[in-house]
Every structure is written in C-alpha cells, then in structure tokens.
C-alpha cells in the first residue's frame, strides 16, 4: 500500500457551532469548508495544519455512525485517515492481510474523496479510514 500522508483526523462532536469556535480561538486555526454527506448521517467541518486536517463531525441523526459513537463514548477523536494512491487496491491489499474492512469498495466522502473504512476490531481499536483525492 503506498500511504502519503496522514489525511485528516475525524472528531466527533456534539456541535459544529461550539467546536468551530474552540479551533479557531485557541489554535488561530480557520475553517475552511462546511459540509453536509447525507447519506453518512453527518455535518463535517475542516481545518488545515500543513498536509494534514481536522475534520470535525457532527451527526445529523441520533441512530447515524457519528451520533451512536457520541452516546457511547462521547465527544473525541473518532477516527484516522490515511491518502492513498489507489483506494481500490488498498482495500483489497489490506483485506488480503487479514484485516477486517468495514467498506469492501470505496465510498464517496466529503470533500469529494473516495473513501474505505477498515474495522477497529482488526486494528488494534483505532477506527481507520483510507482516503483517495480523485482531484490530485
């Protein structure tokens, strides 16, 4: 698997508002995008520190991933994203290691990007997530 760079680090969060306000106060950071993926039940927001980002997440729906995360564990990082070259071949590389895959095939994420989630049950608990710009 040919990773890049460390993609973003998801937050979950109980409200964008409130947590927008705290990264740019604190941090001087600015949010760069607000976006809604419907289909994942969840409002994101973006900050940028060098390559990488924060991606804060706010579920849309109480029984949505982010809402159900947030009930159970409370408000924190949820998960970590890696770029990859070719999200096709890094599922199916990673699947091929034994690892548990919670999305056989990519997804469309925010920002535009195709997206695969791996299970934390095979990764030592962390949440991970693969990520792969079509854009660049």
Known sequence: ?????IEHIGIAVKSLEDSISYWEKVFGLKCYAIEEVADQRVKT?????????????ESTDPEGPIGKFIEKKGEGIHHIAFAVKD?????????????????????KGAEGMNIGFLHP????????ELCENKNI
């Open 45 to 57: 927001a973006f900050f940028m520190i060098g390559q990488t980002k924060i991606e804060l997440l």
């Open 121 to 128: 049950k095979s990764t030592f608990g962390v949440l991970t």
């Open 1 to 5: 698997m040919n990773l890049s760079h």
């Open 87 to 107: 999200i096709e071949n890094a599922l199916a590389e990673t699947e091929a290691n034994g690892i548990q895959l919670i999305d056989k095939k990519s997804r």
